[in-house]
């Protein structure tokens, strides 16, 4: 303060002449220091000679002057809103407001219209897929449509119009069970053949149509016919009073009788008229004048449907039109049940609905903020009500011990009325000093939970469910190893809850997943929202009652371990993690521990297949200064084996613990070889999750001879069924064979089939990120392959081969030179000479490979890849 008052009133004095400086004097000695003392009289003459001094101002341009100024301007702008805000949040709204949602039906009349059961044997012939065909991806309703989908965890494919279809069957069984049109017009001008297709695919199999109809923008268009069809549209609708039609059989989810009372807010509704039987209304309206009209309008007092059935009579595809988009909230939940009855209820989701409240930070806030008794109250008073919605209904309070009576003395008592109603709540154990978990040791997150185990047993909490929640979620995505172990040490914590997996936005992403035996799940709200305005206890007041009228949803709570036992029986397939890169999204960084680093992940890998020459490749590339490979395994030796087995399930930790620290990040390229990665279905997903700019490396050699080798190499290893069946009974083996035949075949065959595995690499990568060797070049050229590959890697400079590998003849192939004109060759495992491949199984193979070769020169050709040598040698044989 003392600098900001002695600038301000210097520069306002002219070249701070001593009368100025006297006044000046007087008032800095009054208003800012407030003494009169000896220390301070000696202080200000230092201060008077060294800043007012008439020197110092003729060297004081403009410039400076302004920007000092600026900086100044600035940090009282700081502290004045932060006072502010200060101000702000100590206010208490004296009648915090309360729900106004309202059923316009008792109970008696709900219960009148019961959910709809629509299962029926005609969904055994469909899967539980959804095909979207959209004219584009990126526009709103196209992103409303996918977003309700995924949300729902409902599998669906999303196709432009003008395409092909895709292949719409798999062994005469449908592979979706409902199909939507993102518009009308796309499905009436569909490519004849595609139309026909799509049309008798829907009659086969009973699937029916969802689609949407868009108001034409011109507006002296006010009726169309629908070629094709008894149907009329009128366009450009403004409508009010909307009710669904209660007598209809499609309401599940969706519990008809209440009336969206007033205007729509959109006035380009389109509305339905037709003169068929098949046709019934899903919903009613009234129109509602345009805002704006001509002086002769008169207002169409019929009442209009913005939502229509086709039963199917009319050609036998049944279908639901909409009028309008889903911005409209309803037409959600009509899509939900549409979506149920058109698939014969095969894709219908359960009326059964679990909730957690989780009230985390209960003594955490700054003054001001945090509940008083009269909260409390009102808090306890909600949970009462909400049990009437919610069975078992229980708000579940996090604390951090240290943070009690820490605020004023109306907060404090509010404290204490909260550990009065301790019994009523349900408890979960936080940090002491709400610490984020990722930044502290093992050991100090060990003690902080002692802590904060003492204080709930000094106080009476009763912490069960082995439960638990990080501060900021800070520890459980990106994973904090020492919190996991942790909560098992302290809490015998199972289960967890966070919104940072995979990411926190969009929010109907968001997933759960399994780590170290600790189950973790989604939900969360915090302290801030129950004191002052009370805006959570209006929020969810308000979803319960909006729940009760418009739904048949059934709403219960269970503890929280039981819960995350309920999830994960519902969503199976989200119990393995999918780790991703922390570095590539800011919010992951932020609570990803210090000490780590993504210079650790791989810049590009080998993935095999097996017995193709990778460790040669592994080698060669070894050999390059700027080239960084991982530490051996003690279990699988040169290969990390991370992606395609158990070692995933140990996280991202112990994947990184395997690579180096380069020096030069930008130079050095770590690299890692695991050839099992290759034919792995679930490899591609997960390397592309963690390494998306990854550049990969694939070697292929003929797949008989592929085979041939792994035959081989388990008979080398005294495997008992290779040891016990020539390789033409292993590969001609059938599905009656025994299991441990069946395996070995599928191990020889199964790689081979190289289009088959490319392709699914590159559902994910683009081709220009992966690489393929032809292997029988690698084992007769080595140098012109690795000098490919160092072009494909961008690696500077060039690292010359010519002089550091050489042909061994014994061997049969090339090794590293090494000092004094020596070499070192692989070891006894590589090279192996075998007997050769009996006539009828290497026949066997060429007709059991044929047909994949050739999609795979197609394949090859239409990325722009060269094609091997020996793949032209069979083609053309």
């Keep these: 303060m003392s600098i900001l008052c002695l600038y301000d009133l ?37 201060l008077k000679t060294t800043w007012c001094r008439p020197s110092l101002f003729r060297h004081l341009t403009i410039t400076k002057a302004l920007l000092v100024a600026i900086i100044l301007t600035v940090i009282s702008l700081i502290f004045l809103s932060y006072h502010l805000m200060m101000l702000k949040s100590t206010y208490r709204r004296p009648n915090p407001p309360k729900p106004v949602v309202t059923c316009h039906l008792n ?26 065909l959209v004219e584009s991806q990126y526009t709103k309703l196209a992103k409303q449509i996918a977003c309700l989908l995924e949300s729902s965890r409902f599998e669906y494919k999303v196709e432009n119009t003008g395409r092909n279809l895709p292949m719409l069957t798999h062994n005469d069984k449908g592979r979706f069970g409902v199909i939507i049109f993102e518009s009308l017009e796309a499905y009436i001008n569909m490519d004849h ?11 086969d199999y009973s699937v029916g149509m969802i689609i949407f109809v868009h108001s034409v923008n011109e507006y002296a268009v006010e009726k169309e016919k629908v070629p094709g069809f008894p149907l009329v549209l009128r366009y450009n609708m403004a409508l009010k009073d909307y009710r669904l039609n209660v007598f209809t059989d499609l309401w599940r989810m969706t519990r008809p009788g209440e009336i969206i009372g007033g205007d729509l807010s959109e006035d380009n509704w389109t509305v339905f008229e037709y003169n068929h039987s098949a046709y019934e209304p899903l919903a009613y309206a009234n129109a509602s004048p345009p805002p704006y009209v001509d002086p002769g309008f008169v207002l169409d007092n019929k009442t209009l449907v913005p939502v229509l059935q086709d039963r199917g009579t009319f050609d036998g595809i049944p279908r639901i039109f909409f009028g309008n988009d889903l911005q409209f909230w309803l037409h959600r939940l009509v899509l939900l049940d549409a979506l149920s009855y058109l698939s014969h209820g095969k894709l219908s989701l359960s009326l059964d609905r679990y909730i957690q409240i989780d009230v985390d930070d209960i003594f955490v806030g700054i003054t001001g903020t945090r509940m008083v008794v009269s909260d409390v109250e009102a808090m306890v008073k909600a949970q009462e009500r909400f049990r009437k919605d919610v069975e078992g209904f229980h708000f579940n309070l996090g604390f951090s011990g240290w943070f009690y009576q820490h605020g004023n003395s109306l907060e404090n008592a509010g404290d204490e009325k909260i550990l009065e109603y301790k019994d009523k709540f349900w408890w979960f154990g936080h940090m002491w000093r709400h610490e984020q978990a990722h930044k502290f040791s093992q050991e100090h997150l060990e003690k902080s939970m002692l802590y904060n185990s003492q204080f709930a047993k000094e106080h009476g909490i009763q912490i069960q469910h082995q439960y638990a929640v990080a501060p900021h979620h800070s520890g459980v995505y990106p994973v904090h190893e020492p919190l996991y172990e942790s909560w098992k040490n302290v809490w015998e914590i199972r289960v967890t809850s966070t919104e940072e997996y995979p990411k926190l936005y969009p929010s109907w992403r968001r997933r759960g997943f399994i780590h170290k035996g600790i189950m973790i799940n989604i939900y969360m709200t915090h302290l801030g929202n129950y004191g002052n305005d009370r805006l959570a206890l209006y929020t969810f007041e308000s979803i319960f009652k909006f729940i009760k009228c418009w739904t048949n949803l059934k709403l219960k709570q269970v503890p929280p371990l039981e819960l995350g036992i309920k999830y994960f029986e519902m969503f199976p397939e989200e119990k393995d993690p999918l780790w991703q890169d922390p570095c590539l999204y800011k919010r992951h960084f932020m609570i990803w521990s210090a000490n ?10 080998v993935i095999g297949p097996q017995k193709t020459g990778t460790t040669a490749l592994y080698t060669f590339l070894g050999m390059h200064p700027a080239i960084l490979h991982n530490f051996k395994s003690p279990d699988t030796f040169e290969e990390v084996q991370f992606f395609n087995g158990n070692n995933y399930y140990k996280g991202l930790d112990w994947y990184m613990d395997f690579f180096p620290m380069p020096e030069n990040t930008t130079s050095d390229f770590l690299f890692e070889k695991s050839a099992t990665y290759f034919d792995n279905e679930l490899v591609p997903r997960r390397v592309f999750a963690l390494l998306p700019k990854a550049k990969l490396i694939t070697i292929l050699i003929h797949p008989a001879k592929r085979a041939y080798s792994w035959y081989q190499h388990q008979r080398a290893h005294g495997d008992p069924v290779a040891m016990n069946y020539s390789f033409l009974e292993i590969v001609k083996a059938g599905d009656s064979a025994p299991r441990k035949l069946r395996e070995l075949r599928n191990r020889c065959l199964i790689p081979g089939i190289y289009v088959q595995h ?3 690499w590159l559902e994910h990568f683009p081709s220009r990120q992966l690489f393929i060797v032809d292997g029988e070049r690698l084992k007769s050229k080595p140098i012109a392959v690795m000098n490919n590959v160092q072009r494909f890697l961008h690696i500077e400079p060039r690292y010359n081969y010519s002089a550091q590998i050489r042909f061994d003849q014994k061997k049969g192939f090339y090794c590293q030179v090494m000092d004094e004109n020596k070499i070192k060759c692989l070891g006894k495992s590589k090279g192996r000479q075998y007997p050769p491949m009996e006539e009828e199984a290497e026949d066997y193979l060429r007709s059991f490979y044929r047909k994949h070769n050739i999609q795979l020169s197609k394949f090859l050709n239409k990325h722009n890849y060269r094609i091997p040598d020996w793949l032209e040698r069979e083609l053309s044989s």
């Design 10 to 46: 210097c520069v306002n004095e002219v070249g701070c002449n001593g009368v100025g400086l006297e006044a000046f004097s007087v008032m800095l000695k009054t208003d800012c220091f407030n003494s009169r003392s000896t220390k301070w009289k000696r202080h200000w003459e230092r």
């Design 107 to 132: 109970r008696l009349q709900q219960s009148l219209f019961m959910p709809k059961d629509h299962s029926s044997h005609a969904s055994v012939r469909i899967g539980r897929r959804v095909l979207v």
């Design 193 to 203: 053949w595609n139309r026909q297709l799509i049309d008798k695919y829907c009659r």
């Design 596 to 605: 780590k680093s993504c210079d650790r992940l791989p810049k590009f890998l």
């Design 758 to 760: 490319l392709s699914r």
